[in-house]
């Protein structure tokens, strides 16, 4: 089975650019997350989903940042402008309702801003 | 806010020796999980623990959940370089319990040196 797929594994670009991340969440699952991940603040949740729509968006750190989820199957984050303190790996995770809702995390991707 | 805080932050150890790792708060959970994350990966679940006082093992790894479902425990027996990770401890907090999030530690950095 697939996992989470996030798109794509490293991203280089240059301050006030205009970044997309993409996730595909594992088939079925309801939840979809995106996350921050640093040394410094560890992992921070940005916003989720449930049942393509926004839930909680409380940590989304400005408008630079938002998230969309067309249909159950694509997810993706934009950051325009870009600016260096973005910096980070951001994760996808999904995962399904009832239970103990464990979270199945994407490979992450690796955002460097010059 | 619900906190989740995981002690030590950082753990550096020789192999064969034992460890444990805390994760504490003064909210109570109505479950709990521990991820190990790779570097370059996401974060995997280990395991879930839902009762007080419940302890699962994984082979050499012995989880436990307090009595009073605040906090949880990891303890590594006879530690292995491949146990090297950043170790997560995630809640589902009871107040949110009719939502998909999870409440995540900031994480224990555990080295083992051959």
């Known amino acids: 089975d697939a996992g989470v797929i996030q798109s794509p594994r490293h991203e280089v670009t240059e301050m006030g650019q205009e970044v997309t991340l993409r996730c595909k969440p594992i088939?079925?699952?309801?939840?979809l997350f995106w996350y921050r991940q640093t040394m410094m603040r560890g992992l921070e949740l940005l916003i989720y989903f449930n049942n393509n729509v926004p839930i909680d968006d409380s940590g989304m750190p400005e408008d630079r940042f938002s998230a969309k989820m067309p249909n159950a199957s694509f997810s993706t984050l934009k950051i325009q402008p870009s600016e260096p303190r973005d910096s980070a790996v951001y994760f996808c995770?999904?995962?399904?309702?009832?239970?103990?809702?464990?979270?199945?995390f994407g490979p992450g991707t690796r955002l460097t801003v010059l | 806010t619900q906190l989740l805080e995981q002690s030590p932050q950082f753990l550096s150890i020789q192999e064969g020796e034992n460890l444990t790792v805390y994760c504490n708060s003064s909210?109570?959970?109505?479950?709990l999980q521990w991820y190990r994350q790779e570097p370059g990966e996401g974060p995997v679940l280990l395991v879930t623990?839902?009762?007080?006082?419940e302890v699962k093992k994984l082979k050499r790894l012995t989880f436990q959940f307090g009595d009073a479902r605040k906090d949880s425990s990891l303890h590594i027996t006879a530690a292995q370089p491949g146990d090297t990770g950043l170790y997560l401890c995630a809640g589902k907090a009871v107040s949110s319990s009719n939502t998909g999030k999870l409440i995540f530690g900031q994480g224990t950095t555990l080295q083992v040196k051959p």
């Open positions: 623990v839902v009762t007080g006082g």
């Open positions: 909210s109570v959970f109505s479950s």
């Open positions: 088939s079925g699952h309801d939840y």
């Open positions: 995770a999904s995962s399904l309702s009832g239970g103990y809702n464990e979270q199945f």
